[in-house]
């Protein structure tokens, strides 16, 4: 009887402990750590591609190519989202404050005006613009060419990071490559091609440039050498002979100089004959003044001495 109430209690012990192991097996199975995305390195090709619309009360599409987010993140993450943004012209991300996170801004090119609760700033590639728990920032692209940078959001002092987005849902589109990637390669390309362009056209103008000069060079030398030959007949035609188209004679500077004197006495021999006529033609005038003049002063006193025989005849 002993032995029968002894078995039963061990084996009543047995099963204790046993249903007890099980129960602390399973326990330990239904705690599952969370998983942890262990890369280090995300390739753009394989990057999630997350556009919003409107973010914090802003403007415009918020262009993403993302290597996780803040849904991907696990609770001892420190970074809980990182990737590169693209604002198009005119768009904006409205200002908002940071409750349990910090986000950064690295702008990789375009132009962007960075506003916090007091400032604005306008930021450039290379530039870095950060906002802690408490703060508030927004970004508008006031440029003309698209606003790319990458976002860093964080969480702070272990707190989980609060998402705040107003706009709605992310559009996940893994193993795809966004639309971000895409726009940078197309950028790349046309860089190479307008690169590959400016170096054939560069070409082209030194040609061109080379070409002109050697026109112009020789433009030079023959006005140059024209000059020399007109020079040269020139002199010739001073020093030698030259025959006179009127009288088919040959005329030297001796007897050239003659007959400039003779040509000149002519000339004053002609205006002394010139001074005569018209000394002559004044004398016959005067003449012919003073004799109507007489005539004139005849008849004047002709006709005082009529009036005054008619006066003592009444």
């Not at 591609?49 to 609770?75: P, W």
């Not at 706009?167 to 639309?179: A, D, L, M």
């Not at 030194?206 to 112009?216: G, M, P, S, T």
Request: with cysteine; charged share 30%.
């Amino acid at each position: 009887m002993k032995k029968k109430l002894a078995l039963v209690v061990g084996l009543l012990c047995c099963s204790i402990l046993t249903g007890t192991a099980f129960a602390a097996s399973n326990d330990v199975k239904g705690i599952v750590a969370p998983k942890q995305d262990t890369r280090q390195v995300y390739k753009v090709e394989k990057m999630i591609q997350v556009d919003e619309n409107n973010v914090s009360k802003g403007r415009g599409t918020l262009h993403g190519t993302m290597a996780f987010v803040r849904e991907d993140a696990t609770e001892d993450d420190a970074i809980k989202e990182i990737g590169t943004r693209l604002l198009n012209r005119g768009d904006y991300i409205g200002v908002h404050t940071l409750n349990s996170e910090e986000e950064a801004y690295i702008i990789i090119s375009g132009t962007g005006l960075y506003t916090n609760s007091k400032t604005e700033t306008i930021v450039t590639k290379g530039d870095v613009a950060m906002a802690r728990v408490g703060q508030s920032h927004g970004l508008r692209n006031i440029g003309y060419d698209p606003l790319v940078f990458i976002t860093v959001i964080a969480k702070n002092e272990g707190n989980a990071a609060v998402w705040t987005d107003t706009s709605g849902e992310y559009s996940h589109i893994r193993e795809f490559r966004g639309e971000v990637a895409l726009q940078r390669e197309a950028e790349r390309q046309a860089e190479v091609q307008r690169a590959e362009a400016q170096i054939k056209q560069d070409a082209i103008d030194k040609k061109l440039a080379e070409k002109k000069a050697r026109k112009e060079a020789k433009e030079r030398a023959r006005q140059e050498k024209k000059a020399r030959e007109e020079a040269a007949r020139q002199a010739k035609k001073n020093k030698m002979p030259v025959a006179d188209n009127v009288s088919n004679t040959v005329v030297t500077p001796a007897n050239a100089a003659d007959k400039k004197n003779k040509n000149d006495s002519e000339k004053k021999n002609r205006n002394s004959q010139q001074d005569k006529d018209r000394n002559s033609q004044l004398r016959e005038a005067q003449a012919e003044e003073a004799v109507w003049e007489a005539k004139q002063k005849a008849k004047i006193s002709e006709a005082n001495q009529n009036s005054s025989g008619d006066f003592f005849a009444i």
